[in-house]
């Protein structure tokens, strides 16, 4: 996984909830990572393909809204973020 992965990986972490709870279109991970929409795009569809992010489609907001589409994190991007955290901090 290269350096831009695991910036939106953690980006996801830090934005969204697994199970499609709460997920975000790509202009939050575009702010949060500071890489462009074609990237981050690539790079999500990039990371649902490997399990560790969610596709969501027809999404509603809190007004009971359809507001588009969305990532979030899956329970499996949570656990390599989490990996990855314990790995930083034991060296």
């Known amino acids: 996984m290269t350096r831009d992965h695991v910036k939106v990986l953690r980006a996801l ?13 790509f202009a939050p991970l575009e702010s949060e990572t500071g890489l462009p929409r074609p990237r981050v795009r ?21 007004d009971g809204e359809f ?10 991007g949570q656990a390599l973020v989490a990996d990855l955290s314990d790995a930083k901090g034991a060296t």
């Not at 972490?13 to 279109?25: K, M």
């Not at 507001?67 to 499996?76: K, L, M, N, P, V």
Request: hydrophobic share 30%.
């Open 42 to 62: 690539f790079i999500c569809r990039h990371l649902a393909r490997k399990g560790l992010a969610e596709f969501h489609a027809g999404l509603i907001d809190e």
């Open 13 to 25: 972490d830090d934005l969204t909830r697994p199970g499609g709870e709460y997920c975000v279109p």
């Open 67 to 76: 507001c588009g589409a969305g990532y979030c994190i899956s329970r499996t």
